[in-house]
């Protein structure tokens, strides 16, 4: 039974679009014991999926900003330990940067990952025992796939599967009924989809029976839920939610209408209506994927309008 150590620690989109690979190994290896490496942020993504044994976290976004304190110290061994304790047939890095390939370094196997032409730091190679070139000009599903088929010699002939599905959390908040979940919420606020669009767009699904459930994950966008939710007619502003939760979420909704955010390409993998909002970034490479059923629209430059996003929805939800 081979023994393999995933490494993708963050974003969520990276650490979601990492996904597929656990299930091109399954379908090749039906006996394989994969574990993961991510954030701690985002490790209960990775455990959704039944083909991951075990998922060992790791919180570098924390530790570096007090990475002399005794405590974090003693968390960095502790998870070098972990990181160590089993040795595996190979160890693949998939995210292809500096600090994922020190990871893959330090753990016990083979290390494999992007060869220099194609990691997105190039110095990240140098810390691999197997290269492997992938063509930059693909997305990056498709790039964590044809990387691992590679390495562990299969080819990519299946469609993407993303493998998981939502746990069964307990919402008490949410009344029964229709609605849509509107990710309002980005990274920047040059990502940032107008209020006034959300309002209209709002209006549109209000119309049809659906209520507009908008959350968020910290003040501003709290603030800003809150606004929203005043101005279009039965919305609920979600509590702050857990991933568990934001997954049973989006799972359950008639369709998903998000911004660039790694929640879109979370209701995407859980096989849900996603309509993607791009305003400053190029959704080619890094877009949602999950088929028809998940659609990019806009673009640097090209913020979509609503009538345009209600065309797409009224036609994939």
Not at 127 to 138: P, T
Not at 167 to 187: E, I, K, Q, R
Request: net charge neutral; hydrophobic share 45%; charged share 20%.
């Amino acid at each position: 039974m081979p023994k393999i150590l995933l490494v993708k620690t963050s974003s969520m989109g990276d650490v979601i679009h990492n996904l597929p690979v656990v299930s091109d190994i399954r379908n090749h290896f039906p006996e394989a014991q994969i574990d993961w490496v991510a954030e701690e942020s985002f490790a209960a993504i990775p455990a959704l999926h039944p083909g991951v044994a075990q998922v060992l976290p790791v919180a570098l976004r924390r530790w570096r900003k007090k990475l002399f304190d005794k405590a974090t110290q003693e968390e960095i061994r502790a998870a070098v330990q972990r990181l160590q304790a089993e040795r595996y047939d190979i160890v693949l890095d998939t995210q292809g940067l500096l600090k994922s390939a020190v990871i893959a370094r330090l753990a016990q196997g083979s290390r494999a990952g992007l060869a220099w032409n194609s990691a997105r730091e190039p110095l990240a190679a140098l810390f691999y025992d197997y290269r492997v070139s992938v063509e930059k000009n693909r997305h990056a599903v498709e790039r964590n796939r044809l990387l691992a088929g590679k390495v562990l010699g299969y080819a990519i002939e299946s469609p993407v599967d993303y493998g998981i599905t939502a746990p069964n959390a307990d919402l008490p908040w949410l009344p029964d009924g229709y609605y849509t979940v509107f990710l309002h919420a980005t990274s920047r606020d040059d990502k940032l989809w107008p209020e006034s669009h959300w309002v209209a767009l709002g209006a549109h699904f209000n119309a049809k029976g659906l209520r507009c459930i908008l959350p968020w994950g910290s003040a501003t966008e709290q603030a800003r839920a809150e606004r929203l939710a005043a101005q279009i007619p039965h919305s609920i502003v979600a509590p702050r939610l857990t991933l568990d939760e934001a997954a049973s979420l989006l799972a359950r909704a008639d369709v998903v209408i998000g911004v660039d955010t790694g929640l879109a390409h979370f209701a995407a993998a859980l096989n849900v209506p996603v309509v993607a909002l791009y305003c400053s970034t190029e959704p080619g490479l890094t877009g949602v994927y999950a088929g028809s059923r998940a659609v990019n629209l806009g673009g640097i430059g090209k913020t979509p309008d609503v009538a345009e996003v209600i065309a797409t929805a009224d036609k994939i939800a």
